[in-house]
């Protein structure tokens, strides 16, 4: 069975540091790694996607790397701003293809101005 | 472009009542669909998906079933609601396994 962990938990930070967040999964046969943001109250938003053949994704500020052998991805937002505080979710697509993820329990981020 | 519809968005209801909860899509055709929920201090688990009309499956057994009446329409329901169905219920869609998942604004549902 799956299971996916990210760590810390929490994670407090004061502006302008780089963030590096932690994913693990059990197993490798994955499809794909998609990193999310959650906002309290809200529904998720999606920040990169990484498919099984690559080993990383950028858009702006956010760096996701993928290491499927090792089971780990890191997600990596330079220069931390207060907006960047929400909680963190990983979810990986199961071995198979019907798209279902297995989600990491989150990593709350606190920016400090 | 794409939107994911869902609501209500706050919902509280007595136990036994009934449940109706529903999700749309927009600007896509065949989506794969997906509800999940997020329990206080929990992780996400995914309820059910479906992959076209008709089409559910189920991921736990439950006192929840959901159904596809249309391609882009989504409801889960419930004809007797317990104190454990609370929760945050959210919403998905992807083209498929390899492709991106995106997610509604959820609706936090309070059974009391």
């Known amino acids: 069975k799956q299971e996916v962990t990210q760590i810390p938990a929490a994670l407090s930070v004061p502006e302008g540091e780089n963030l590096v967040l932690n994913c693990s999964f059990t197993?490798?046969?994955?499809?794909?790694l998609q990193w999310f943001r959650q906002d309290p109250g809200k529904g998720l938003t999606s920040l990169l996607l990484i498919q099984s053949s690559q080993r990383e994704q950028t858009s702006g500020r956010l760096n996701a790397s993928l290491d499927k052998s090792s089971g780990r991805s890191t997600l990596y937002i330079a220069a931390s701003q207060p907006g960047d505080s929400a909680t963190y979710l990983c979810a990986v697509t199961r071995g198979d293809s019907w798209g279902k993820f297995q989600f990491g329990a989150g990593t709350q981020v606190v920016v400090t101005p | 472009s794409q939107t994911i519809h869902q609501w209500p968005a706050t919902l509280v209801q007595p136990v036994g009542s009934p449940l109706s909860l529903e999700c749309t899509v927009e600007?896509?055709?065949?989506?794969?669909l997906y509800w999940y929920r997020q329990a206080a201090g929990r992780g996400l688990q995914l309820l059910f998906y479906?992959?076209?009309?008709?089409?559910i499956s189920s991921e736990v057994p439950q006192n929840l079933s959901a159904s596809r009446p249309q391609d882009r329409q989504f409801i889960l329901s419930s004809k007797k609601l317990l104190l454990s169905d609370s929760g945050f219920y959210l919403c998905?869609?992807?083209?498929?396994?390899?492709?991106?998942?995106?997610f509604g604004q959820g609706t936090r549902l309070t059974v009391v």
């Open positions: 998905a869609w992807s083209k498929g396994a390899n492709t991106e998942a995106f």
């Open positions: 600007g896509t055709s065949n989506p794969n």
């Open positions: 479906s992959v076209g009309i008709g089409q």
């Open positions: 197993d490798s046969a994955i499809y794909n």
